[in-house]
């Protein structure tokens, strides 16, 4: 029997996966090529390049959150993590922080983001 061994990628999807597919992004965060994606997704976003599809977390697209929200423009949030970005609406955005706060606290990394 093989054991396989997974460790949780520190972005926002927080899924398990090889320690191959993680890559490190600062002393105490590793995240997965997906969430790398999405950190690129950001940036062009943030230098006016494009719109990001959707939301990273819960995966609804662009159009599915202006339908929900009622604008043609539904506010996305970018929320740094060790200097990589994630992209989420606004309910996974409050989701995230609580999820952080409760992933790093009594770490070093909440301590440095003053989570504790
Ligand atoms: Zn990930
Ligand atoms: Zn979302």
Excluded at 3 to 18: E, F, H, M, W, Y
Excluded at 20 to 42: E, Q
Excluded at 62 to 90: I, N, S
Aim: glycine share 6%; aromatic share 8%; hydrophobic share 30%.
């Amino acid at each position: 029997m093989h054991l396989i061994s997974a460790d949780p990628c520190n972005g926002p999807c927080g899924k398990q996966v090889s320690p191959h597919d993680l890559l490190p992004i600062g002393p105490h965060v590793r995240i997965c090529y997906d969430c790398y994606a999405w950190h690129l997704t950001a940036m062009a976003m943030l230098s006016g390049k494009a719109p990001p599809p959707g939301c990273q977390m819960c995966e609804r697209s662009l159009d599915t959150l202006k339908r929900e929200q009622f604008t043609d423009e539904p506010k996305m949030y970018l929320h740094p993590l060790e200097g990589l970005y994630a992209v989420l609406c606004f309910d996974c955005s409050q989701r995230y922080e609580q999820l952080v706060r409760e992933r790093y606290k009594n770490t070093p990394y909440g301590c440095q983001r003053r989570l504790n």
